[in-house]
Every structure is written in structure tokens, then in C-alpha cells.
């Protein structure tokens, strides 16, 4: 009988085959973005669609209760409702143009009129919402969809007009925004067109926004937009969120690996892809969470700064200072709430000399956690603990134990962890928050939390044994949730493999 190959050697080399591919940006679908492009008309015969597998993956996709988006909860209300206001415009479109689609949408609409009013019962904010919102619902009602008026709607409209007043319009395509990664949500009469063009991205997206360009190319025709459209579309039937993600999904891949210390199992592809992180860093600015546009934001920064100084490459900490104006640090200009995850992560980070800065990013971060660990880029709890354990206990600025009692006290009977079920990213991110832990640990302070770390390595192992990609749920907020597959496969090899590595 063949002896069964080492379980140590297998893990090592998932985790070579995902770090030599890093930069594809593989991801889940979003029907959001799909079905911007599915709009796009076909230029030889505009009756039907220019690309009509994303038209199909809407038809095979629609959830049973009619609603296109994250099929975890019904209650991520934010994400199904842009998704399917999305979806059943693009349908009615299709829908004058000939096509049998009525079925579909008929379901979409019921869904959206029986869950409009519930929209702020829940926290879980996807990006861009009120500014993306206004737009499609006036365009429901100019396609005569049978939507029922709610107060919601007009608080959201309220919003979104409160956000435009600040803006000043003449000024705000001169430069890269974070506003650009929501284009399709500006008011089309406020549109220099000419001026938006100026701030393509060097691949002909607009902010790696698939559906952000699709907008722009349905209004200009743009070549370099179409270009970039056909890339995606060319082996996928379905569109993801944003493409590609390159230097935000290498960076979070091996952050994994750094804070496991398992960087010597991968030394040549680490250190490949850390030259790569290297190429793009600036040392006045930071980084962009994708090659192809310059818009530094201090969540990739301050991740990629930690790489690189933990490499003992030269790094200046004004890159992570250049975030810092009155008094608060910010991810984005213009931004008008923090995320405590990236106040955690340049706490982590930042090894600079302005006291007043690393104060200044406590007292920030501290009103942002609670003994629900929510945070605006992840739905899940564990995601935010496995950021916040390692800055927290050195700073001191929170009660760092409070993240240990709150796993050990939500761990399943099955040994995972999930907002609801268990699955296998978020019982990932709470084995690494253990991991780092017991890193520090005092001895006499580790035996429960190694009863619960070794319940959680079993689910894994069981777990990933028989899942797939398609078993990942959509944890990540984009415009829509999203699954970064390379990074959430990182994620559960290296917790098994630090569990081998250890035992």
C-alpha cells in the first residue's frame, strides 16, 4: 500500500501554487457588475447584447427568493438590493428588446418591494450605496418597473444629495477619488466626460471598477473601456466586482504567511512577490491596492510598509504620515467614516516618531470596537479579531482579551466558526487570531485556547477536504460581497500548516 504523501508537503505546495499566480485576482461573481455589462449592446446589432454570457449567468443565478446577490443570509440587505435593482433593470432592457425575461423579473421586483423597507435594519453597508442607489431607481421608474415607493428611498436619495452638495464638480475630476470607483452613481449632467477620461487607468478601467467603466463606455464608446470589458469577460461568464485587485491580494496573502512566521516554507516565491510590492511602493505616498491607477489608500499602505520592513527593506514612515490631516488619519480623501481595521493595521505598522499620530489613531480607533467586532470592509468578526490582537496588545489602547473570550465563547459544536453557520474562511481568520495569540501568550494562559485552536484545525481539514471555491461565501464588501479566492485559500493552508508546523 503507497504511504499517504505528507500532509505538511501538500499545504506547502498549495500555498507555492497560489503565491506563484498572485496579480490573477481570481474572484467570486458579482451580479452587480455583471449586470452592467450585460447592458452593453452589441455594436453589429444593438437588439441583443454584446456579451451575452453575462446575460445567461443573470437567468441561471436569480436566488430563491428572487433576489440576485450573497445567498448566506437573507438579511444582508444592502448587497441583495443593489444587486437585484441592478439585475432587473438590465432585464427589462432585454425585456423591450424582444426577450422572454418577464419571469425573472417579475420575481426580482417582488423581492425589491418586499425588502426595501428593511434596509436599515441592517449594519452591513456595501460600498457606494447611497451614491449608487438614487441613480438606478430613477432609471426602475423611467423603465416603468413596477417598484413601490418607500420612506427608505427617499432617506436615501436625502443622502446622496447631502454628499453631492459638498462636492465641487468642476474640481473633482482633476484628480484620482475614490468617488471614480462609483461613477456610475454621479448624476450624468455633472459629467465632464472629457475630464473622466483624463483618470482612465492605464488598463482602460476606472479604478479596476468593472462596472464604473462599463457606465463610462455606455455614454462614450470608449475603446480602452471596451478593451478592458472584453479582458474580463473573455473566459468568465460572470463579472467580478472589481479586476484586478493585484497588489491588495498579494499584500494580504502574505501578510498571512508574515504573521504565522511561515515565510522560510516559500522563501523564493515570497520573496517574489515582496520585490513586486517593492517595484510599486513610494515612500512619500504609500500604495494603490492595484498597479494600474495611483491612489494611495492607508489600508494597502500600511499592510505593504509591514511586509517590507519586516524584510528589513527601506521604508520611510512620512509614506504612512502622508494619511494624517487634522487630527485623523484617513484611508481616502474625502473620507467620512474610519474602518477600524486600517487604524489597526498603520497601528501595527507605523514605527515612525510622531507620538501625536499614534495617539491620534488610538483614541480613533477605540470608539470603532465593540463586543460585536464589526468593520466596514468584512462582514465577519473574526476577520477584524485576527487584525486587531497583535496591535491591541502591544498598544494597549483596548482590553485585547476580550478578542480570545469572544472566540472561545462563539466557537460552534462543530468546531468552526461563522456569523451563522461555520465555514471555512472565518474559522480561518479565528484559528489565526489564536495562532498570534498563543505567540505571546504567558504560560497557564494557553490550554483552552489550544483545546479550542485544535476543534477549529479539525473543521478545516474536514472541511476542506470536499469544498470548492463555489463553497466560499461572500464575506468581503465591495459594491457588492465578494470572495477573493487566492487570498481566502492562503487563509485556511497556512492555519493548517502552522498547526503541523507547532504540534
Avoid at 428588446?97 to 456595501?126: D, F, H, Q
Avoid at 517593492?278 to 505616498?285: A, L, P, Y
Avoid at 491620534?360 to 466596514?376: C, G, M, S, Y
Wanted: proline content about 4%; some cysteine; charged content about 20%.
Amino acid at each position: 500500500m503507497r504511504n499517504k504523501e505528507n500532509p505538511k508537503k501538500v499545504l506547502v505546495n498549495n500555498i507555492k501554487q497560489v503565491l506563484n499566480k498572485l496579480g490573477d485576482s481570481e474572484m467570486s461573481v458579482s451580479a452587480y457588475d455583471t449586470a452592467w455589462v450585460a447592458k452593453i449592446p452589441d455594436a453589429k446589432d444593438p437588439s441583443v447584447p454584446m456579451f451575452p454570457q453575462c446575460l445567461k449567468w443573470l437567468q441561471n443565478n436569480q436566488n430563491k427568493d428572487g433576489s440576485w446577490g450573497n445567498r448566506l443570509n437573507p438579511e444582508y440587505y444592502y448587497d441583495k438590493i443593489i444587486c437585484t435593482l441592478a439585475v432587473v433593470i438590465t432585464l427589462k432592457i432585454w425585456q423591450n428588446n424582444g426577450m422572454p425575461l418577464e419571469k425573472y423579473i417579475a420575481k426580482g421586483v417582488r423581492y425589491l418591494n418586499k425588502s426595501m423597507s428593511c434596509l436599515y435594519k441592517n449594519k452591513y453597508r456595501t460600498v457606494g450605496f447611497e451614491i449608487l442607489f438614487p441613480n438606478l431607481f430613477r432609471e426602475a421608474v423611467d423603465l416603468k418597473l413596477t417598484l413601490s415607493a418607500d420612506d427608505v428611498i427617499d432617506q436615501i436619495q436625502a443622502i446622496a444629495k447631502k454628499k453631492f452638495e459638498r462636492l465641487n464638480f468642476d474640481v473633482i475630476f482633476e484628480r484620482h477619488t475614490a468617488l471614480l470607483h462609483s461613477l456610475e452613481g454621479i448624476p450624468i449632467e455633472v459629467i465632464d466626460w472629457n475630464k473622466v477620461i483624463k483618470l482612465q487607468d492605464s488598463n482602460g478601467s476606472f479604478l479596476v471598477s468593472p462596472s464604473a467603466t462599463a457606465f463610462v463606455f455606455l455614454h462614450t464608446g470608449n475603446k480602452k473601456c471596451l478593451k478592458y470589458l472584453q479582458s474580463i469577460a473573455a473566459n468568465k461568464s460572470g463579472i467580478p466586482t472589481s479586476y484586478p485587485i493585484d497588489i491588495f491580494e498579494t499584500a494580504w496573502c502574505l501578510e498571512i504567511i508574515a504573521k504565522l512566521n511561515l515565510e522560510a516554507y516559500f522563501e523564493k516565491e515570497y520573496g517574489k512577490n515582496i520585490n513586486i510590492l517593492s517595484k510599486h511602493w513610494c515612500n512619500e505616498r504609500g500604495i494603490s491596492w492595484s498597479r494600474f491607477f495611483d491612489l494611495p489608500d492607508l489600508d494597502t499602505s500600511s499592510v505593504v510598509y509591514y511586509l517590507l520592513k519586516k524584510r528589513n527593506l527601506q521604508v520611510a514612515p512620512e509614506a504612512l504620515e502622508h494619511f494624517y490631516k487634522d487630527n485623523r488619519l484617513y484611508c481616502f480623501p474625502g473620507e467620512l467614516d474610519s474602518s477600524p481595521t486600517q487604524l489597526l493595521h498603520f497601528l501595527q505598522a507605523y514605527d515612525g516618531n510622531n507620538a501625536d499620530l499614534i495617539e491620534a489613531a488610538k483614541q480613533q480607533v477605540i470608539p470603532l470596537l465593540n463586543d460585536e467586532w464589526t468593520d466596514k470592509w468584512h462582514l465577519s468578526a473574526y476577520y477584524l479579531t485576527s487584525v486587531a490582537i497583535e496591535p491591541l496588545r502591544v498598544t494597549r489602547c483596548f482590553e485585547y482579551t476580550a478578542i480570545i473570550d469572544f472566540i472561545l465563547n462563539n466557537q460552534h459544536p462543530d468546531g468552526g466558526w461563522g456569523i451563522h453557520l461555520s465555514n471555512l474562511e472565518e474559522t480561518g481568520w479565528a484559528c489565526m487570531t489564536l495562532f498570534i495569540y498563543l505567540s505571546g501568550a504567558s504560560a497557564g494562559q494557553t490550554i483552552a485556547v489550544e483545546q479550542c485552536l485544535q476543534k477549529g484545525i479539525a473543521f478545516l481539514m474536514k472541511r476542506k477536504a470536499t469544498a470548492n471555491e463555489h463553497d466560499y461565501i461572500g464575506l468581503w464588501i465591495d459594491k457588492a460581497l465578494y470572495s477573493p479566492y487566492n487570498i481566502i485559500n492562503t487563509l485556511i493552508n497556512a492555519v493548517i500548516l502552522k498547526y503541523h508546523v507547532v504540534k
